[in-house]
């Protein structure tokens, strides 16, 4: 590399530097920070539309943190009692907490103020619907596998945190449903055997409702959670930084590299318009859809309830599990253990969430896995992977359902006890049924690729055979699609333990060994093998005969018609 | 009256006059009562022909459930086939035929609102008919439930009463709320203020019945103008989304707000600078 590192033909001249490069110099001076930036900016990101979910969540609690930080300025924590007379006339002259008259005055009389509730409350349900279709798109393609599990229980905290923080702005204004919620946690919470009502009684600084929740509610929400959350933000952006981006597989994509753009400056561009794009999406929701008109509920009042009483979405299957439950309720000794809430709205989220955060674990565990992984995995290359989350997600989706019985009730025009009836046998049989079908539709799907390999695609040509057969015509696929669907990791089953080794030493835990075999069994039965090298080549070689037969066939063919069309002119030539 | 008193005075000294006399004392006594006390909904407007038209009516368009005298009809299982009319009042006939509930389409687990089978004089010969039977809520006389000049002290008022009593079942923009069973809780959305102060008189259906004892008129009025008043707001947070609660809203979070954003996740991931080629081969990976 003695030579000229450019193609240029005139020689280089020395310039003075730019402004902008003589504050870069004097950062670097003192902040060392070129070397850094040096490498971070020339990061490689892939480029796909599913790389941009967890993107959604991340801008969606910029907003949250900006409108948040604006509703702070005018919002009051406080349970203390006054009597309303701002400019909303269906309640002046009311008495209420200073939470929900400072959530009024926000509403009517702060400029600007209700929009930017609104724009809040609908970025915090996009903030837990985005992460919950990041983690989706995590699981399904196996993005969770070595050396990001780290990563993946890191995004259960922040999903799990995120709920509480939505909850707790839930409860914040001090209205009839803020308050109703409440209520029903402070329930939950008297449900726990032993001490519940110890906790409830320090929650709640007394007896619910006591003058204490809001305030306290209040730190949690703008101070303590969102620190947390910040903070594990950061650190799961910095593993992604770190152990560097999945991608799917494709020409020139393998296990070891990254393939994409740099980050500047085609994704910095990419991912900073993002933020505008969702902060617009928000802003829009928030101008255009009313979300908790909290001056139509009207202040809390215990003995008020209003129909259509639910949480936000992301709480709406705990609550649905607490609707179908039977109401179970032990009674010894003068104590009253109620089963019919603290099993659906303790005990289940509780499973749930563990399920959950130990799902990578669990599927290390049966596979025995211990590759690092860089390539994702298409959904239907994993088919008991895909079948158990479309079975969870069925579980908390007849759930969810469940949460809203009431309201399809009414709009549907249905019997709400049916709903209750049909959901409380389905939760159990639908996620089997789930489970079973997706496992299934994933095995065809590979048997598709498998076809798809050897035969080609179809082409839409009918070709009729010699003895009057009609068959599609089916031509080859392009090689960078025989790579993609061919670069698929070989099953790796392992053999079944015998009690005792060749030198008839007993083997540890052979039960549990044998336990684990037959479950990795399981979970690779079925696997349709992508086809080998030769069977490949043979189906190439097949096709390219095919292609020539065809290319013939077209070639007569066009020939036929050129004849006849001179035919026709020499007829006409005639007339 | 005069007729009376003169034949009175001629006979005055008549062996049965002291019988009379006490026998009209006790007449007049019974009927002013029944005049002029609380429970009475017997306007006296209503003529024996406007009686007798209702009667028929009745008889081709309710007594098949109802019973030939309103005195209902009881399954074989003992279930309540049409429930007995007498004392319902000539307010729950107007509610119920008025908003086009009765007659029923067919039996189910609540009468649905519908179109209106019967014109106004027909409605009220129907309502002075089951009047007739035993005396029950009169329809209530429009001055009880003009809300046009209700202050708005009255109006907050009316609002405490609202979610005190009305929220739970008609959800707290009165949108309309399930009952278990089939039954519901219907939207007060666009109901006249006469029905809603019928409804709140008779208890029709689920409904529990808020009497004069329990809600005076005046509170009642008040609830009215209450509605009237919310219902007259702009809609100041945008499109109102059926005003079903969160459950819409997360409804909406999903389909137009997550909707959207992957939207343009697709279109950006889609649209590189440089990515003629690329795309073309990621086209031909994926596809």
Redesign the interface.
Known sequence: MSTATTNGKKAAQVHRPSKVGQLATWVDDRTGIAGVAKKQVRKVFPDHWSFMLGEIALWSFVVLLLTGTFLTLWFKPSMGEVVYNGSYDQLRGVSMSEAYASALHLSFDVRGGLLMRQIHHWAAMLFIAAMFVHMMRIYFTGAFRKPRELNWVIGCLLLLLGSLEGFTGYSLPDDLLSGTGLRAAGGFILAIPVVGTYISFFLFGGEFPGDAIIPRLYTAHVLLIPAVLLALIGLHMLLLVYQKHTQYAGPGRTNDNVVGYPMMPVYAAKAGGFFFIVFGVSALMGGLMSINPVWRYGPYDPSQVTAGSQPDWYMGWPDGALRIMPGWETHAFGFTLSWNIFLPIIVLPGLMFTILLMLPFIENWITGDKRDHHLLQRPRNAPTRTATMVALMTFIGLLWAAGGNDIMAIKFNLNLNYITYFIRVMVFVGPVVAFLITRRWCISLQRADRDRLLHGYESGVIMRSPEGAYAEKHLPISTGETFALTSREHDDIPAMPSDADENGVANHKVWLTRLRVRLARFWYSGNIETPSREELEAARHHADDELAEQELAEYHDSHVQHDRHGIETGEVGKH | MRLLTARLSTKRRSPIAGLVVVLLGLLLTGGGYALLSPASAQSGTASQSTVQQGRQLFLVGCSSCHGEHGEGIVTKRGTQYGPPLAGVGAAAVDFQVGTGRMPMARPG?QAQKKKVLYNDQEISALAAYVASLAPGPAIPDPSTYNTTNVD??S??RG??FF??NC???????A????????K??PSLHGVSNKHIYEALLTGPQQMPVFSDGVLQPSEKRDIIA?LN??MA?P????????????????????L???G???G???W???H??R?TR?TR??K????
Do not use: K, M
């Open positions: 687990a708005t002290q109006i907050v609002g405490e979610r005190t929220t739970a079942c008609h959800n707290f923009a949108a309309g709320g399930a009952l278990p069973g089939g519901y809780a209450y008043s919310v707001n809609d100041y947070g945008g499109a109102e989304l059926g005003s079903a609660g969160p459950v819409s809203e997360g409804l909406f979070a999903w137009i707000g997550i959207a954003c992957v343009f996740a697709i950006i991931a889609s590189s600078t990515s690329s081969s990621r031909g990976a994926s596809a």
